[in-house]
Nanobody, 122 residues
């Protein structure tokens, strides 16, 4: 059974940092990503990486502030978020796909975590 389980969300102030984690299990994947959904908005792409690493891609709104990476030791996925802004508030989801292509669409990912809330106060 495939499982993606996120953790690490919380309430922080603007300018703070936060690291989200996602433990992946159940099969091998070719790529993974993070998405977020703000209140009243559609789920939006944040960052993606190939499972083997080295081909990261970011949404313009987070470029230079967020870093996506994976632990080789235990298949834990991470999203390091620095210099957080109020507009980063939302539910963050990790997602994974069999394909090793970097993809940015919600429909491109077959496997999803349950989400973790990030709230940034200004």
């Amino acid at each position: 059974q495939v499982q993606l389980v996120e953790s690490g969300g919380g309430l922080v102030q603007a300018g703070d940092s936060l690291r989200l984690s996602c433990v992946a299990s159940g099969r091998t994947f070719g790529s993974y990503a993070w998405f977020r959904q703000a209140p009243g908005k559609e789920r939006a792409f944040v960052a993606a990486n190939t499972w083997r690493g080295g081909n990261r891609y970011y949404a313009d709104s987070v470029k230079g502030r967020f870093t996506i990476y994976r632990s080789n030791r235990d298949n834990t996925l991470f999203l390091q978020m620095n210099n957080l802004k109020s507009e980063d508030t939302g539910v963050y989801y990790c997602a994974a796909a069999p394909s090793s292509r970097l993809q940015t669409g919600v429909d491109d990912y077959a496997y999803w975590g349950q989400g973790t809330q990030v709230t940034v106060s200004s």
